[in-house]
């Protein structure tokens, strides 16, 4: 990203439109994991249709695996025009250098580049999309929140030769500066244009069965250099039992708890409420403290409960972006400064060891007086 | 065992966002005013590089480019045990994005190489894009182990865990590679008395820092300065919003009794209403 505004100086002369070359598509690459087809790309091709339709472009999907049957018409349901299907044993997990090759391969057969090439702000899209930016050496993106097509006016005389009016950009705009600025960013110059979504954010649309689309498998020449890093183990853990994403108040732990056994502690807040459960950062699921299926945020789950208590969380932006919807936010932080008061409603700054136990007393004294009350 | 390696390690000065001088009212940043610091994801790229040199011998290059101020965190990754520090420093490198900036460090590369491994930190708290290591990579046709949170050596493979939805996976991959490193692998350790030592000793004799801390330009690294600066830059940002701060309203209680601060949050957001009857 570079920093120059459009600051827009007295310009007599009408700036000359100037359209770089493109066939008007917009294509999403899939993410699958074990063969099923991840939302965040259903999400973008709910984004990716209004683009195409105000390019008045087709919408296309570029969907990589082995085998995957009915989850590639799944791809039309949802908004497809054209999928593009690389069907291999190599493409089963993804991996750097294969996808990447696949991808700069049939990209590379358009005799007028796509107009635009999105995927998800996953670790799979932000390890691939900056390789296939990289080499196609055009803008890429990250982690948008909002897409959008508008011209652009390119003013700043510092380089002349991109001076111009653009039509048909592509906006990808993004949080920056830890989220207290929005920046619209945008690179009409080269197609594709490219971006990557944050999971959750883009609106997929209604599923539509009766929706027609072309079903185009296309070729896979892996190279031997692109075996140079494999893949031994994924581990991956189940979620079972109550999940985080139904509970109306969340107790939710990270690593100032400083032990499995304060969660105990956790619990019994948890126990106060009707519909409650604990939840985690990702730090003290790695540490052991807690099961996979309490981790809230970007490679856990995102949750919108109405209450959000964060204890001893310091509020990455990795574990704020699976919270930060949540109705009332209470964070209790010894550290006044830790970012989590950045999304809070309501913050303490003390101890959780002091804070939550208070927190326990009073509202079973709360509760006692309601018991009191339907006793009257 | 294996040779010793060349180690390099991509680090980027950043406007320390926590203090708030340079801070504009508008929510950027004015980079003359603000405080300056090693980008904090960087530190954990770092203790990786030294942790391979503890491994294998050899020496740590330490790579940054931005303006003259960097040769700060060069002189701080020296303190911290890194041999060598590199800062490619040429005012048509200003606006770069990543794209650009990818392009220019990896000239850089090209320049001290030979290397075994390359680390960057996973993501810069003012580009905040993940971008940059990912795009050398590409450059320099590397194979790449993006977002790890610990590794290896084995032979001359190196055995890493990266994070990926849901859990992590193990990979191995063929060196020379490159990795950008989580924040959850392990946190810099403190600086070596040794390094102090010498950074005190460099400080004081330019002759001699100049021999440790490289300082070069696009001529020297013969990078393109049209693939540079505004001119390479394919993105540009157009324009800044500030954000309605919808959590920058927190009522924050701090300093009062325990029981008084608690109160007043029960007082004031509906927690009860969830409560068991
Ligand atoms: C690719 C990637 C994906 C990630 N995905 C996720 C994710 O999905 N979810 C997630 O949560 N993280 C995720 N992370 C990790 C994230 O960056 C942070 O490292 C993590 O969220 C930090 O967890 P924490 O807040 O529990 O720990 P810390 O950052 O160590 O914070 C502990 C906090 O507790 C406070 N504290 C300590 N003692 C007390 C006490 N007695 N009372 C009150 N406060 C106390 C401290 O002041 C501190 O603020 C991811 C990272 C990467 C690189
Ligand atoms: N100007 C720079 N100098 C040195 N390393 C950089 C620079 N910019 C980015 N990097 C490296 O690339 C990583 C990712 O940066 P970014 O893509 O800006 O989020 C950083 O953590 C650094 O390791």
Redesign the pocket.
């Known amino acids: 990203m570079s920093n120059t505004d459009d600051k827009k100086t007295q310009q007599p002369e009408p700036l000359q439109e100037r359209i770089t070359p493109s066939n008007k598509e917009v294509i999403i690459i899939a993410e699958q994991s074990d063969g099923i087809i991840q939302p965040v790309t259903y999400e973008l091709l709910g984004a990716g249709r209004d683009l195409a339709n105000k390019l008045g472009g087709q919408l296309s999907c570029m969907v990589l695996g082995e085998s995957l049957g009915a989850e590639v018409q799944k791809l039309v349901t949802y908004g497809a025009d054209e999928v593009y299907v690389a069907d291999h044993p190599e493409l089963k997990n993804y991996r750097t250098l294969p996808y990447r090759r696949v991808i700069v391969d049939f990209l590379s057969t358009f005799e007028l580049p796509p107009h635009i090439v999105l995927l998800g702000s996953t670790?799979t899209g932000r390890d691939l999309a900056p390789r296939i930016a990289a080499h196609f050496e055009t803008g890429l993106t990250a982690d948008c929140t909002e897409l959008d097509i508008g011209p652009y006016e390119h003013t700043n005389k510092a380089d002349p030769e991109k001076l111009g009016l653009y039509p048909g950009c592509l906006y990808a705009i993004r949080p920056s500066f830890g989220e207290s600025l929005k920046a619209r960013i945008l690179g009409p110059w080269n197609n594709p244009q490219m971006a990557t979504t944050r999971p959750g954010v883009m609106i997929p649309l209604p599923p539509d069965e009766s929706r027609q689309g072309k079903i185009i498998p296309i070729a896979v020449n892996i190279q031997q250099e692109d075996f140079r890093l494999k893949v031994d183990e994924i581990v991956r853990e189940i979620t079972e039992g109550i999940s985080i994403t139904d509970a109306d108040v969340l107790i939710a732990?990270?690593?100032?708890?400083?032990g499995a056994e304060g969660f105990e502690l956790l619990k019994q807040l948890a126990d106060c409420f009707d519909n409650a459960s604990i939840a985690?950062?990702?730090?003290?699921v790695d540490a052991g403290w807690i099961p996979y299926k309490y981790?809230?945020?970007?490679?856990?789950k995102t949750v919108r409960p109405k209450i959000y208590f964060a204890?001893?969380?310091?509020?990455?932006?990795?574990?704020r972006v699976?919270m930060n919807k949540s109705g009332t936010i209470i964070a209790?932080?010894?550290?006044p400064d830790?970012p989590?008061f950045t999304v809070a409603d309501h913050g303490i700054v003390?101890?959780?060891?002091q804070?939550v136990p208070e927190l326990i007393k009073q509202l079973k004294g709360a509760n006692v007086t309601q018991e009191e009350k339907t006793l009257v | 065992m294996s040779k010793p390696f060349d180690i390099l390690v991509l680090i980027k000065q950043v406007p320390d966002q926590g203090a708030k001088a340079g801070i504009n009212p508008d929510g950027t940043i004015d980079r003359a005013k603000a405080k300056r610091m090693m980008n904090p994801f960087d530190r954990y790229a770092l203790q990786a590089a030294l942790h391979v040199k503890k491994l294998t011998g050899g020496t740590v290059k330490a790579l940054s480019m931005g303006p003259p101020p960097a040769a700060e965190i060069l002189l701080e990754a020296i303190e911290h045990g890194a041999d060598m520090g590199y800062l490619l420093s040429d005012r048509r490198l200003a606006a770069s994005d990543t794209l650009a900036t990818a392009y220019a460090l990896h000239k850089l590369i090209l320049h001290v190489s030979p290397f075994q491994m390359i680390f960057c930190g996973?993501q810069t708290t003012d580009g905040d894009t993940a971008q940059v290591g990912p795009q050398i990579a590409e450059r320099l046709n590397l194979p790449q182990i993006s977002?790890c949170?610990d590794f290896s050596l084995e032979g001359d493979q190196v055995k890493a865990r990266r994070?990926i939805e849901g859990g992590y996976q193990w990979v191995h991959a063929d060196l020379p590679c490159l990795m950008t490193v989580?924040?959850?692998y392990h946190p810099l350790e403190y600086k070596k008395i040794r390094g102090s030592q010498k950074v005190q000793h460099l400080v004081r004799n330019e002759n001699e820092k100049s021999k440790v801390i490289k300082t070069v330009t696009l001529d020297d690294i013969e990078a393109d300065p049209i693939l540079c600066g505004l001119k390479g830059s394919p993105t540009i940002v157009a324009r800044t919003d500030k954000v309605a701060e919808i959590g920058g309203s927190c009522k924050t209680r701090q300093g009062q009794s325990v029981d008084l601060m608690v109160k007043d949050v029960l007082e004031t957001t509906p927690v009860k209403e969830f409560l068991k009857l």
């Open positions: 670790t732990g990270g690593y100032g708890v400083n985690a950062s990702r730090k003290v981790q809230v945020g970007q490679t856990g204890c001893g969380i310091s509020g990455a932006i990795q574990h699976g209790i932080n010894k550290d830790a989590i003390g101890d959780l060891y804070v | 996973l977002y949170e994070v989580a924040n959850s």
